[in-house]
């Protein structure tokens, strides 16, 4: 009798998924950040401080953007008595930006920031999915780009729905597979923060010496 039952568990996640491969929403809860505008408050003793997450975090943490950058980080009030209603960065999270498509595993110093509603939350409910697998599925693998493009073809403004979003098809290696893929990506990340800063640097230190160079023709 278990046996059955077990049977017609998989047999029903099979036929949902389409062709074998399971949903995106099979693995992982995946819900919206908050809408800024419905939670606003102005400065006050009943209101708090929260940084917010915005694509300078994700671009950073993909290594598209210097870390350092002197870009002040965007904060907005809320009520104290509603601080835990929001949903916030943590590790283990993966977030995606419903606009641009791309998708990042939250980094330890982005943790605690309050997710706004143009990012999509995606939480593994098990130990069956790793994140960073999940962020080079998203951005990278030519079967899931495809059902991002087709999801939103013919649309003004090309955004991805949450409904969208726990229906994409999976293609889940065993979970040792699924690390190796990460590690090799997030060395690739890595390397790409570590070019941008040199670059950074490599232009403060020419910005510089042009500054001294005119100073010394200036004398």
């Given at each position: 009798?278990?046996?059955?039952?077990?049977?017609?568990?998989?047999?029903?996640?099979?036929?949902?998924?389409?062709?074998?491969?399971?949903?995106?929403?099979?693995?992982?809860?995946?819900?919206?950040?908050?809408?800024?505008?419905?939670?606003?408050?102005h400065p006050s003793d009943d209101s708090i401080k929260m940084s917010l997450y915005t694509m300078k975090e994700m671009n950073e943490s993909?290594?598209?953007?210097?870390?350092?950058?002197?870009?002040?980080?965007?904060?907005?009030?809320?009520?104290?008595?509603?601080?835990?209603?929001?949903?916030?960065?943590?590790?283990?999270?993966?977030?995606?930006?419903?606009?641009?498509?791309?998708?990042?595993?939250?980094?330890?110093?982005?943790?605690?920031?309050?997710?706004p509603s143009n990012f999509a939350i995606i939480e593994p409910i098990d130990n069956r999915l790793d994140v960073t697998y999940l962020q080079w599925f998203i951005n990278e693998h030519p079967s899931c780009r495809k059902q991002l493009?087709?999801?939103?073809?013919?649309?003004?403004?090309?955004?991805?729905?949450?409904?969208?979003?726990?229906?994409?098809?999976m293609e889940l290696p065993a979970y040792n597979k699924q690390q190796m893929i990460g590690n090799m990506n997030r060395i690739i990340d890595r390397k790409r923060r570590l070019i941008n800063e040199r670059l950074h640097l490599e232009e403060l230190l020419v910005k510089q010496l042009s500054i001294n160079y005119l100073k010394e023709e200036i004398k």
């Open positions: 009798m278990l046996k059955k039952v077990l049977f017609i568990v998989l047999f029903l996640k099979i036929t949902r998924s389409g062709g074998g491969l399971l949903l995106l929403q099979d693995y992982a809860e995946v819900s919206q950040g908050s809408i800024l505008s419905r939670i606003k408050e993909l290594g598209e953007e210097y870390y350092r950058s002197k870009e002040k980080p965007q904060e907005v009030y809320v009520l104290k008595e509603r601080y835990h209603e929001f949903p916030m960065t943590k590790e283990g999270m993966v977030l995606i930006n419903l606009q641009s498509h791309q998708a990042v595993a939250v980094r330890k110093e982005y943790v605690d920031k309050l997710v493009r087709i999801a939103t073809q013919g649309t003004v403004v090309s955004a991805l729905s949450i409904k969208m979003l726990r229906e994409l098809k």
